[in-house]
Nanobody, 128 residues
Framework: QVQLVESGGGLVQAGGSLRLSCAAS?????????MGWFRQAPGKEREFVAT????????YYADSVKGRFTISRDNAKNTVYLQMNSLKPEDTAVYYC????????????????????WGQGTQVTVSS
């Protein structure tokens, strides 16, 4: 079982930056989990944003955020981050952190169905 708690959301102007954090508590080594960020805007389906593999942490991004967002992890702190730069109004959504066991896997997981554990979400609002 993994508990995930997101933080760092808020209101920012277009062109600004935010850094989201997701702290994990687990009976299993955090480094063995693949981690993902998803987002859901009002009236829309949850969509993939970014994922980072189990240690050492290869990354994969949705085209809509590539070059603007960076996912990273600190296994010593059991935390995954999402640095969001050059934010746009269309980035407005609730952002969710997700985890799945992935030790030894070379796959990227970009479907919400592939994740076992979810945080409660944090709101990001980008004003124009």
């Amino acid at each position: 079982q993994v508990q995930l708690v997101e933080s760092g959301g808020g209101l920012v102007q277009a062109g600004g930056s935010l850094r989201l954090s997701c702290a994990a508590s687990s009976g299993r080594a955090f480094s063995t989990y693949a981690m993902g960020w998803f987002r859901q805007a009002p009236g829309k389906e949850r969509e993939f944003v970014a994922t980072i593999s189990w240690s050492p942490g290869s990354t994969y991004y949705a085209d809509s955020v590539k070059g603007r967002f960076t996912i990273s992890r600190d296994n010593a702190k059991n935390t995954v981050y999402l640095q969001m730069n050059s934010l746009k109004p269309e980035d407005t959504a609730v952002y969710y952190c997700a985890a799945r066991p992935a030790y030894g896997s070379t796959n990227y997981y970009y479907s919400a169905l592939q994740y076992n554990y979810w945080g409660q979400g944090t709101q990001v609002t980008v004003s124009s």
